[in-house]
């Protein structure tokens, strides 16, 4: 080579280097794009710009020492904390006050029983929404669509869905009182139910009213699920149905290994979800080689806002695989891990550290604004029904249930082909 | 060249090679030391050594880098910790105060808000506000026989400024309206929360049958569904210039639905009142000047408003008006001493009359509670006896910013 040559290309390999050594740190971890921090070295930027914590200990400073009134320092910093984790726009990572740690650990334990109901939110007390078979609320009369509007005497209209069953749940053999408002009566009545150990059913089998579909409602993906599921399928194929309704509405998910475990009965050997973590490459998880029960039944899944997490993925699986069409409402958009991390003084950080993607790679995680408001997330339904709130979600009935009734014309007029 | 000679270079060369990507990391380092960011093994603290900070401040820093740290480390996305985490903790520490003259704006809202005081109405041309006066937010209404919850005052969200020229004007929209509704979503009103809950009284003592429960539930729920905030409202309403926004609107009882465009109006800082002969401020930039230009012995300011404004301009206006010293000051609840507020006289004593009244709030309430009672200052209406909070507005590094109550306004005995 001569040697201007070799001066040239000796000129050119010291700025390469040194951008190359500029950019190391984020070349090696896979992102190629730099050029923001380049262009602050360049312009000296970095010198004249305060760091993020110098920015919020000046307004933290400002907002104490002028506001009109004294702060409480420690609800100021809760609230700096709160607004900070905010900014990610992720609804599942949060700062935790001490207050708000305490009740979340409390939510995880909890040895008391219930009656033997599920209730959801209502503006006027807890809306029944299922009774279990064989429970002490059956035993005592309570049924679906009531509205509770008392426990034991005292009025809980308006009051938060958790502290009204913390006070319906207790020591087994203890009763509780309950005022319920009931359709076809005018006057409230009063029942009295001694609470019990309840098994929660998490797969039923139920014949559609006036049809020959077959429905099965998963209320969860417990360990025992994929168990039940299966028993409820064959309860299911006796009755020779020509088409299969899977309803995981206001599902708020559970053990994904038994989403995966049911999926198989539809699509097996198939990746059905991949797990990113941070940092790692992403892993698949595939179902396993079964027997698929019902491979030639037309399938329709419900879905709804409170469906989460293993409904999402449970939906959205049989969706992409075009084993199912699904009906009903946009699901919530949960398929992420959070961890929680303890922090000095009881707070505690509660964090994504994992998401769940579909075998398409969609990402389904909810976004909301720094105001809550929801932006974007969760599995969309092909056919949008909404509910009317009331529509009794477990009668079977369509006439009771619209999303229901649009899952039967959709299977009836066989525009769900083998899908 | 020698052997040992070509040797020599060749080393040289590999290791200005070498040392160069060092150079570089080097540089990165030093770039993101300024940004914030920390390599390993660093507290972060190095930039807050002033040891006459109290030890109390240093722990609330040191609380906020760890936990951007954390998330920067833990967060299953990658994070960049920069000016926007800063904003997220100062955005909820104003959230926190619930005062409705303490806003944090991000940097969309923050520059739309800093164009107004400039007299550039962008969105369709309206600023809004909210009707409650601060005593109240946040009060319970009065329990009522049965109600077991205490709720709550909701604020009405209130036209307080149309802009001349703007969509808004043209569409016929008046200070005063409330706003209901953008596009599909819904702004819950007092009268709604009243509803439900005596709705909840009846039915807990047993009053209403299901099937009415049913009925009144599914409408609340429906309507629960498509709430949105002052904040959200703000956005549609206020900023952009391009499409059109569907706006839900009540007046004198009755509701009204219409279509506007967004776009952007410019105004100047003095504006004829309705009344003729008077004009009415806005505390944006140029008013001390125009109204020094106003021609004439006697002049007439219509203070019946309310509005954004950058407040040190009341003290503009005061000086321009011929008055000097410490015209007034900011008293706060904390027991720290008053601030005081001054004004540099240069202007012509003049008759000026104010026009106020129920009106008159912020800005306008203070400018009138500093100058009552003047030499050659009448008033015309009555002043409401009301709190005048003076808000100072302060800006984040990356555009976005908030205003803040720093305490009441009390006037000052002072020189002409």
Do not use: C
């Not at chain 2, 549609?236 to 009882?253: P, Y």
């Not at chain 2, 709190?387 to 205003?403: K, Q, R």
Request: no cysteine; glycine share 10%; aromatic share 6%.
């Amino acid at each position: 080579m001569k040697a201007g040559l070799k001066v040239l290309l000796f000129a050119l390999a010291l700025p390469i280097a040194f951008v190359f050594g500029f950019g190391w740190k984020d070349i090696s971890a896979g992102e190629w794009d730099f050029t923001d921090s380049l262009r602050d070295w360049v312009s000296g930027n970095h010198r004249e710009m305060p760091t993020p914590t110098e920015i919020f200990t000046e307004h933290l400073a400002n907002i104490r020492d002028q506001y009109r009134s004294e702060l409480d320092r420690m609800d100021l910093r809760n609230a700096a904390m709160a607004g900070l984790f905010t900014s990610l726009g992720d609804p599942h990572t949060q700062f935790l006050n001490p207050q708000m740690a305490a009740s979340f650990a409390d939510e995880t334990r909890g040895e008391l029983v219930g009656v033997g109901a599920r209730l959801s939110p209502d503006p006027f007390g807890a809306l029944v929404v299922e009774v279990f078979r064989d429970g002490p609320a059956e035993r005592n009369g309570l049924q679906p669509n009531d509205t509770i509007t008392a426990v034991d005497g005292e009025n809980v209209s308006g009051d938060d869905i958790t502290s009204i069953v913390d006070r319906i749940r207790g020591e087994p053999g203890t009763s509780v009182r309950l005022r319920v408002l009931r359709e076809e009566s005018d006057e409230p009545l009063e029942l009295t139910i001694e609470r019990g150990r309840v098994q929660v059913p998490t797969a039923t089998f139920r014949p559609v009213s006036g049809t020959d579909f077959a429905m099965i409602s998963i209320s969860g993906f417990a360990e025992s699920t994929p168990f039940q599921f299966d028993q409820a399928l064959e309860e299911a194929l006796r009755t020779n149905p020509r088409g299969l309704i899977i309803d995981v509405r206001t599902n708020p998910g559970g053990l994904l290994e038994s989403a995966v475990a049911m999926l198989s009965r539809f699509v097996s050997n198939r990746p059905v979800v991949s797990m990113q973590m941070r940092g790692e490459r992403r892993q698949t998880v595939s179902t396993p080689t079964t027997r698929e029960l019902a491979s030639n039944l037309p399938v329709v899944v419900l879905i709804n806002e409170q469906s989460a997490s293993a409904s999402e993925i449970f939906a959205g699986v049989l969706r992409d695989y075009n084993r199912a069409t699904l009906v009903g409402e946009t699901t919530y958009g949960k398929a992420s891990v959070q961890t929680v991390l303890p922090l000095v003084d009881a707070a505690s950080a509660k964090i994504t550290i994992a998401r769940y993607y579909l075998p398409n790679g969609e990402d389904i995680s909810r976004r909301v604004d720094p105001d809550g408001v929801y932006l974007s997330g969760g599995v969309a339904p092909d056919v949008e029904v909404t509910s009317n709130f009331g529509d009794n979600l477990l009668s079977g009935d369509p006439e009771q249930d619209a999303q229901l009734a649009e899952a039967v014309r959709l299977l009836e007029s066989r525009v769900v082909t083998l899908r | 060249m020698t052997r040992v000679q070509r040797n020599f270079l060749a080393t040289a060369g590999v290791l200005a090679v070498v040392f160069t990507v060092i150079a570089g990391n080097t540089a990165r380092q030093v770039v993101e030391a300024g940004q914030g960011v920390a390599s390993t093994g660093r507290t972060g603290l190095s930039g807050m050594l002033a040891s006459t900070e109290p030890g109390g401040l240093i722990s609330e820093a040191e609380y906020f880098y760890q936990l951007s740290q954390m998330l920067r480390r833990e967060y299953v996305d990658p994070v960049v910790v920069d000016a926007s985490f800063a904003a997220g903790a100062v955005r909820g520490m104003v959230g926190s105060l619930q005062d409705p003259y303490s806003l944090f704006m991000d940097a969309e809202h923050f520059g739309a808000f800093r164009q107004r005081l400039e007299g550039v109405y962008d969105g369709i041309g309206v600023e809004i506000g909210t009707d409650l006066p601060m005593a109240e937010w946040g009060q319970p209404v009065e329990e009522s026989e049965g109600a077991m919850q205490s709720l709550d005052r909701v604020p009405d969200v209130v036209i307080t400024f149309v802009a001349p020229g703007s969509s808004a004007e043209r569409a016929g929209l008046q200070v005063g309206d409330l706003i209901r509704g953008v596009g599909d979503r819904v702004l819950m009103t007092r009268a709604d929360v009243e509803a439900v809950e005596a709705l909840r009284a009846q039915a807990a003592a047993g009053e209403v049958s299901a099937r009415e429960l049913n009925a009144q539930r599914q409408e609340i729920v429906e309507r629960l569904n498509r709430l949105t905030t002052f904040s959200a409202v703000r956005r549609e309403l206020m900023t952009g210039t391009e499409g059109a926004v569907a706006l839900v609107f009540e007046r004198d009882g009755t509701e009204r639905q219409i279509q506007l465009n967004r776009g952007r109006t410019e105004i100047g800082p003095l504006q004829p009142s309705d009344l003729r002969g008077a004009y009415r401020p806005r505390f944006a930039q140029g008013v001390a000047d125009a109204i020094r230009d106003l021609n004439g012995n006697a002049i007439t300011l219509d203070l019946r408003a309310q509005g954004d404004a950058d407040y040190a301009l009341i003290l503009e206006v005061v000086a321009a008006l011929g008055f000097s010293g410490e015209v007034g000051a900011v008293q706060n609840e904390r027991g720290s001493s008053p601030r005081p507020l001054m004004a540099q006289g240069r202007g012509q004593e003049r008759e000026v009359t104010l026009l106020v009244g129920p009106e008159t709030r912020g800005a306008y309430l203070v400018l009138a509670k500093l100058l009552r009672d003047r030499p050659g200052i009448s008033l015309v209406g009555a002043l409401p006896d009301r709190n005048a909070p003076w808000v100072e507005i302060f800006e984040l590094p990356d555009g976005s910013g908030y205003t803040l109550n720093l305490g009441d306004v009390v006037r000052g005995e002072v020189t002409s």
